[in-house]
């Protein structure tokens, strides 16, 4: 069964439901991101990694608020392909392009779910040989049980486990342009149908 692309009004905010995080809180916390990890990583060769397309935003402002010198690049995963829930495989869509070897590797996710998607990615980035890989998740998923565990160094904000689109999350690929974390109206989605990082 193929994923649909919702119905959409004529705005998208009407089919949020509630905010959970406005476009001003994310921005103060993405600051305080940037500021502890520009202190962390302070005379180190440090590249984020951030994987699409859920973590392209995300990845944008962080860049944007670490005040050290450091690099980014993009990789790709998929666990679902064109069906509605997760098959419970990894695909990697994309490898890195830039020289990863004894640098230190920032993986940047927008969710920390399932965490089978990070959990692939690390072991794919440290065939490159980093000084080290880390994690830094937008959001922290309070969920009871996880398929994957792994470590994550820096967390955004956590949240309760909820149908949420918007900076980056999308549902059917879209909402990923609202500037807000919403709760999506469960008119427009199946429960269950979500991507599990």
Do not use: W
């Amino acid at each position: 069964m193929s994923r649909t692309a919702p119905r959409l009004k004529a705005s998208a905010d009407e089919d949020i439901t509630e905010i959970l995080l406005t476009e001003e809180q994310i921005r103060e916390r993405v600051k305080e991101l940037g500021v502890q990890i520009s202190a962390d990583y302070q005379g180190r060769e440090l590249v984020l990694v951030g994987i699409l397309r859920g973590a392209l935003v995300f990845v944008a402002d962080l860049s944007r608020a670490i005040t050290i010198p450091h690099t980014f690049d993009m990789t790709g995963a998929s666990s679902y392909g064109p069906a509605t829930s997760s098959s419970g495989r990894v695909q990697i869509t994309k490898d890195v392009e830039v020289n990863l070897r004894n640098k230190h590797v920032l993986i940047c996710e927008d969710i920390y779910d399932s965490g089978r998607t990070l959990g692939a990615i690390g072991s794919l980035l440290r065939v490159h040989h980093p000084a080290s890989v880390e994690i830094c998740t937008f959001l922290y998923k309070k969920v009871r049980r996880r398929a994957y565990h792994v470590d994550v160094k820096y967390c955004g904000f956590e949240i309760e486990d909820r149908f949420v689109v918007g900076y980056g999350l999308d549902y059917a690929e879209h909402y990923r342009h609202l500037p807000y974390l919403g709760v999506l109206n469960s008119r427009v989605h199946s429960p269950g149908q979500r991507k599990k990082a």
